[in-house]
C-alpha cells in the first residue's frame, strides 16, 4: 500500500466515521414508533408521552373548525379505532378514507397529532369506491 | 381496441422474451443470424408497445369509458393535455408509458450503435430481460386495458392535484431518466460478459448517462415545483420516500458521471464504475416501484400491494447477475493507474463519489429504517426529516467544497504554485462574504457557510473562464468571442462548469430556506397581518364557478412597507367530483429576492378566513439554478463530430487487433 493510499484510506475513515455520528444522533434525535392502531392499542400504556407516528385510515365524520384549523377525527386499521386531535394546516390529500400518517403522542384516550400526513389512495392508485 | 391493445401487450411480452433468448443464445454460439434476428426484435418490441400506447391515448381521448383505467383517470371535462397525462397519471399506464419508453431507447441503441458489434448482443439481452419483466406486469397483473362490465357514464377525472403543468412534465421527465440509465447499465453488463473492460462501454454510453442525468434532474426539479405551488405547504421537500426514491439514483448517477472521467483519464476505478452504474440501476426500478405503489408511507402495504413482491424479485435477480457477473470478471479489472497524492484531482473525485455514495446510503437507510429496526428489535421505528437533514447538510456542504476543489486541482499531484494560482483569490473572496454576512448579522452558521462556499466555488469556475478566454484573446480573439469559443471547443468541461453553477444556484436557494419566516392569522373583513415588511389586507371573498370546480377566492392587497405591491387570491376549490377534498390553491408573489407565499387554510361561516403566510427567502433561484443546469448539460451534451468519429476509428483498430 502506497503512503497516499494510506493517507487516503485514513481520509475515508474519518468521513465515514463523521457521516455515522451525524447519522447516529440524528436518527437518535428523530427516532418514532411507526405503529398502527392496533399496535398502538396493545402497547398503549408503554408508550404513554412517547413520541409515536401512528398509521391509519380516516373514518368519515370529521370535525374540522376551519377557522381555528381544529381538526378532530378518527382513524382505523380496519377493526380498531383511536380519535384524533390536530390543529395545523390541513393537507388537501386529507378526506375520509385517506390513508394518514400521524407525528404525536397518545394518552390512553386521545392521540393528539402535531403532524399529519395524508396520502390520497387516487394519488397513485384508482380508489375503487372509497374506505 | 382493447382487443388490440392486449394482443399487442402480450406479443410485446412475447418478442421480449424471444429478443432474451435469440440475443444469449446468437452470442453463445456465435450465430449471427440470431443476433440479428434479436437486433430485429427490438424494433418489433417498439413497435407493438406504440400500438398498445396509441390504442390507450385514443381510449382517453375517446373517453372510452368501457376501459377501466380511462374511467379511473378521466373525466368529460378533462382538458386534452390533462387528458393525455392520465397516460402515465395511473400505475397500469405508467408502466406501459415506461416500457414503451424502454423499447424506443432500446430500438435507438440498435438502429445507432450497433457499430459495437460484440457488446450489442448483450445489450439488446439486457433491454429484453428488462422489457421482459415490465411487459409481463402489464399483461398478467396490471393491464390498462382491463374492462368494466359496465360502463360509467362518466370517468372519476383525474386527481385536482395532478391537474397542474408541474404534473404534465414531472413523471414523463422522472421516467426518462430512470428508463434512461437502462442503457448505460446493458452496456456494463454487456462489457463485463465480453470482458471488453476498458473504457469502450462508458465512451458509448457518455450520452445516455447525460441525457438520463439530466432527465432525471429535471424530473425532481418538475417534481419540488410541483410540490411547491400545490401542495400548499411551503415547502419543496419533506423527505417522503417517494421523494428520496427519486433522489438515490440521481445521487448515484451523479457519482458515476463523475468517477467514469477518472477511468478514461487515468484508468482507475474500473470496478467502482460497475458497481455504480449496477446501483443506479437498481435504484431506478426500485424508484419506478416506490412511486408507483408509495408502499413505505403505510406499515404494512408492502404484503398488500400485488406489485411489491415482483419488483422485489425482479430488484433480487439484476442484483445477483450483475454482481455475479461482476465477481467472475475481477481478475480482469486490475487498474492500470494508481493514487499518487491526496491532493490530487483523482483524489478529490474519489472524495465527491465517497460524498455522493453516503448521502444515498444515508437517504436509502432513512427510507428503510422501519424495515430493518423491525428485523432487528422487532419493533418499526422511523425516522423523520431531522435524520435526513442533520446528515445529509453536512454533506451537501463538503460537496459545495468538493466542486470548487475538484476542478481545477491537478492530475497527479497538485503543488503548491497549482494550489495558490487556483484557489487563493476564491479562498479569499469565500472567506470576506463569510465575514461580511457575519458582520451584517445573519446568524445561521450553516447558511453563513453555504453562502461563503457558493461565493469561492462560483469564483473558482469564473477564475477559469476567465482565463481560458484570456489566452484565446492573446491570439488576437476580441474578449466576448474568445468567450464563446472557449466554451464551444471545449464543451464537455465548460458544460460541466455552467452545470456546476446552476448546482451553486440551487444550494444557495436551499441555503435561503434557513431564513424562512411564517405567520398564521385569522382575519375578518379589513384586518391585515404583518410579517417582516410586507402587510396584508384581507379585502374579502368571493365565489365563482368554473367549468371544472366551483372557486371560492380571497382577496389580500399586499403592501411593501406603505406602498402597494400588488393583489394576492389564494383560493379553496371544490373540484367536481371530488366534492371531499377541497383543494388549496396557493397565491406566490415572486421576486428575486423572496416568494411571499399565502395560503388560504380554512373559511369560517360569517366570512372570516384562516391565512398562513410564508417568506421564503432565494426561492427563485432554485429555478433558474435548474434552467441554468439544464443549459449546461445541452452544452456538455452536444455532440462534438471529432470525438464521434475517433471513438468510431479507436472501436474498429480494437475489433481489427482482436
Redesign the interface.
Known amino acids: 500500500m ?1 503512503r ?2 494510506k ?2 484510506a485514513l ?2 475513515a474519518i ?2 466515521l ?2 455515522g455520528y ?2 447516529f ?3 437518535r ?8 392502531v392496533g399496535e398502538l392499542l396493545d402497547r398503549g400504556a408503554a408508550l404513554r408521552g412517547a413520541s409515536v ?1 401512528l ?1 391509519g385510515r380516516v373514518l368519515p365524520g370529521v370535525a ?6 381544529r381538526l378532530a377525527f378518527t382513524i382505523t386499521d380496519g377493526t380498531r379505532q383511536i380519535p384524533v386531535a390536530y390543529r395545523g ?8 378514507g385517506a ?1 394518514v ?1 400521524l ?1 404525536g403522542t397518545y394518552d390512553g384516550a386521545t392521540f393528539t397529532a402535531i403532524r399529519l ?1 395524508a ?2 389512495p ?6 375503487p369506491g372509497g374506505v | 381496441m382493447s382487443e388490440i391493445g392486449n394482443l399487442s401487450v402480450a406479443l410485446a411480452a412475447l418478442v421480449s422474451a424471444y429478443g432474451l433468448v435469440a440475443a444469449l443464445l446468437g452470442a453463445g454460439l456465435g450465430r449471427a443470424d440470431l443476433q440479428h434476428s434479436a437486433r430485429n426484435a427490438t424494433y418489433a418490441l417498439f413497435l407493438l408497445l406504440t400500438v398498445a400506447s396509441a390504442v390507450l391515448l385514443w381510449q382517453l381521448l375517446a373517453r372510452d369509458f368501457g376501459n377501466a383505467y380511462v374511467a379511473s383517470y378521466t373525466s368529460r371535462d378533462l382538458g386534452f393535455w390533462y387528458t393525455v397525462s392520465a397516460w402515465w397519471a395511473g400505475q397500469a399506464g405508467s408502466l406501459l408509458f415506461w416500457a414503451w419508453l424502454l423499447a424506443g431507447f432500446g430500438a435507438l441503441v440498435v438502429w445507432r450503435q450497433s457499430a459495437y458489434r460484440e457488446l450489442m448482443p448483450y445489450v439488446v439481452a439486457t433491454v429484453m430481460g428488462t422489457s421482459s419483466f415490465f411487459t409481463l406486469l402489464l399483461a398478467l397483473v396490471s393491464s390498462p386495458f382491463a374492462r368494466l362490465p359496465f360502463p360509467p357514464a362518466d370517468g372519476q377525472g383525474l386527481n385536482p392535484l395532478l391537474q397542474n403543468p408541474g404534473m404534465f412534465f414531472h413523471p414523463p421527465t422522472q421516467y426518462l431518466g430512470y428508463v434512461g440509465f437502462t442503457i448505460p447499465f446493458a452496456f456494463a453488463v454487456a462489457a463485463m460478459a465480453t470482458k471488453r473492460l476498458d473504457d469502450e462501454w462508458i465512451r458509448a454510453t457518455r450520452r445516455w448517462t447525460l441525457a438520463s442525468w439530466f432527465f432525471l434532474s429535471l424530473g425532481i426539479l418538475f417534481g419540488m415545483q410541483w410540490a411547491y405551488v400545490e401542495l400548499g405547504w411551503g415547502g419543496y421537500w419533506a423527505w417522503d420516500p417517494v421523494e428520496n426514491a427519486s433522489l438515490m439514483p440521481w445521487l448515484t448517477g451523479t457519482a458515476f458521471l463523475h468517477s467514469v472521467m477518472i477511468q478514461e483519464k487515468r484508468d482507475m476505478l474500473k470496478v467502482w464504475n460497475l458497481v455504480l452504474i449496477i446501483l443506479t440501476f437498481g435504484l431506478s426500478i426500485f424508484g419506478t416501484f416506490l412511486t408507483r405503489s408509495g408502499v413505505l408511507s403505510s406499515v404494512h402495504s408492502f404484503a398488500l400491494s400485488s406489485l411489491g413482491p415482483l419488483f422485489f424479485a425482479f430488484i433480487a435477480l439484476v442484483l445477483i447477475v450483475s454482481f455475479t457477473l461482476l465477481a467472475v470478471r475481477l481478475p480482469w479489472l486490475k487498474s492500470e493507474g494508481d493514487l499518487d497524492s491526496l491532493v490530487s484531482r483523482e483524489a478529490s473525485f474519489l472524495f465527491n463519489n465517497l460524498i455522493l455514495v453516503g448521502a444515498a446510503f444515508s437517504v436509502f437507510l432513512g427510507t428503510i429504517f422501519p424495515l430493518v429496526s423491525e428485523a432487528v428489535r422487532g419493533v418499526k421505528i422511523s425516522v423523520g426529516a431531522p435524520f435526513f437533514n442533520q446528515v445529509n447538510i453536512p454533506i451537501g456542504l463538503a460537496l459545495l467544497l468538493v466542486m470548487g476543489l475538484c476542478p481545477l486541482l491537478a492530475w497527479r499531484k497538485a503543488s503548491a504554485a497549482n494550489l495558490s494560482r487556483n484557489f487563493l483569490a476564491p479562498g479569499a473572496l469565500g472567506l470576506l462574504t463569510a465575514f461580511l454576512l457575519r458582520v451584517r448579522g445573519v446568524g445561521q452558521p450553516v447558511a453563513v457557510a453555504a453562502f461563503a462556499l457558493c461565493a469561492f466555488v462560483t469564483a473558482t469556475i469564473l477564475l477559469d473562464f476567465h482565463r481560458g478566454a484570456m489566452v484565446r484573446r492573446s491570439h488576437g480573439e476580441p474578449y466576448p468571442v474568445a468567450l464563446g469559443r472557449l466554451v464551444l471547443r471545449n464543451r464537455r468541461r465548460y458544460g460541466g462548469y455552467i452545470v456546476h453553477l446552476g448546482v451553486i444556484l440551487l444550494f444557495a436557494g436551499m441555503a435561503g430556506g434557513a431564513f424562512r419566516t411564517e405567520r398564521e392569522a385569522v382575519l375578518r373583513q379589513g384586518q391585515t397581518v404583518a410579517i417582516n415588511q410586507y402587510t396584508l389586507r384581507y379585502e374579502g371573498l368571493s365565489q365563482y364557478p368554473t367549468p371544472g370546480a366551483l372557486v371560492t377566492a380571497a382577496t389580500l392587497t399586499v403592501f411593501n412597507g406603505d406602498e402597494p405591491v400588488g393583489v394576492l387570491n389564494p383560493q379553496r376549490n371544490i373540484h367536481r367530483g371530488h366534492e371531499e377534498q377541497p383543494m388549496t390553491e396557493v397565491a406566490i408573489r415572486s421576486t428575486l429576492l423572496e416568494d411571499l407565499y399565502v395560503i388560504l387554510a380554512g373559511i369560517g361561516e360569517d366570512g372570516s378566513a384562516n391565512f398562513r403566510v410564508i417568506v421564503n427567502p432565494l426561492m427563485m433561484w432554485m429555478w433558474i439554478g435548474g434552467a441554468l443546469l439544464s443549459l449546461g448539460t445541452l452544452v456538455a451534451f452536444w455532440p462534438e463530430r471529432r470525438e464521434a468519429l475517433r471513438a468510431r476509428a479507436r472501436y474498429l483498430l480494437v475489433g481489427a487487433e482482436a
Open positions: 502506497s497516499a493510499r493517507k487516503f481520509a475515508i468521513f465515514v463523521g457521516a451525524l447519522a444522533t440524528g436518527a434525535g428523530s427516532m418514532a414508533y411507526y405503529l398502527t407516528r398509521n374540522w373548525d376551519q377557522v381555528s384549523g394546516v390541513v393537507p388537501d390529500t386529507f378526506k375520509p390513508e400518517v407525528e400526513f396520502k390520497c387516487s394519488k397513485f392508485e384508482a380508489k
